[in-house]
């Protein structure tokens, strides 16, 4: 499956983006998806992620009640609504599949097999 990661920009404090991942080559309706992010000279961070039927989430607890992580199997993308964001939330994030249809999400980077290229999010004060 290829990962396609967009919607980043620069937005105020405060403010709202969406990220979406939209995957295309296989069946993307089988794969759990998990939201990373990677702010400079930090190591990548889980952030959100969603089981196969959209029925599980998970979220680091500095991003919990302000973010939500939800999927359109119909239109192979999943999506991360970021609101109430924080100069602390400023990152590179990265959205990454694997195929399962067990109802765990899995938070750890070396769990995911593909992954998308990053979009920045910047969030200025």
């Known amino acids: 499956v290829q990962l396609q990661a967009s919607g980043g920009g620069l937005v105020q404090a405060g403010g709202s983006l969406r990220l979406s991942c939209a995957a295309s080559?296989?069946?993307?309706?089988?794969?759990?998806v998990g939201w990373f992010r990677q702010a400079p000279g930090k190591e990548r961070e889980f952030v959100a992620g969603i089981s196969w039927s959209g029925i599980s989430t998970a979220y680091i607890d500095s991003v919990r009640g302000r973010f939500t992580i939800s999927r359109d199997n119909a239109k192979n993308t999943v999506y991360l609504q970021m609101n109430s964001l924080k100069r602390e939330d400023t990152a590179v994030y990265y959205c990454a599949a694997d195929r399962s249809m067990t109802e765990v999400v899995l938070t750890s980077t070396r769990q995911y097999d593909y992954w998308g290229q990053g979009t920045q999010v910047t969030v200025s004060s």
């Open positions: 080559g296989r069946t993307f309706s089988s794969y759990r």
